[in-house]
Nanobody, 125 residues
Framework: QFPFVESGGGSVQPGGSLRLSCENS????????IAWFRKTPGKQREGIAG????????SYADSVKGRFTISRDDALKTAYLQMDNLKPEDTGVYYC??????????????????WGQGTQVTVSS
């Protein structure tokens, strides 16, 4: 298996911004769906944003809609998550995953794979 390598996390104050990256040069995932997930203590992995599949659908969890933007550069084998206007409830470990289906559901984290170690995001004043 070739896990993703996530980076770009850090500590910011509420209202701040971060740009996360996930890279995987070991596989060709240009036709896969890519999604970002967030894990906080006591909760299961939460789907935040996804891109890909038939129609190259972009979708977001309601909690981040209008604040986060997902993108991908298949030539660089890297996906990104631009996070603006961060809130304390955005704190968690962020992971990206992939699946090779035609459609996706952000609530179905078990359908994704190639998980990396994640990158920690902490939002506090």
């Amino acid at each position: 298996q070739f896990p993703f390598v996530e980076s770009g996390g850090g500590s910011v104050q509420p209202g701040g911004s971060l740009r996360l990256s996930c890279e995987n040069s070991g596989i060709d995932w240009s036709h896969d769906i890519i999604a970002w997930f967030r894990k906080t203590p006591g909760k299961q992995r939460e789907g935040i944003a996804g891109i890909g599949g038939i129609g190259n659908i972009v979708s977001y969890a309601d909690s981040v809609k209008g604040r986060f933007t997902i993108s991908r550069d298949d030539a660089l084998k890297t996906a990104y998550l631009q996070m603006d206007n961060l809130k304390p409830e955005d704190t968690g470990v962020y992971y990206c995953g992939r699946n090779n289906r035609n459609y996706y559901d952000l609530t179905h984290y078990w359908e994704f794979g190639s998980w990396g170690q994640g990158t920690q995001v902490t939002v506090s004043s």
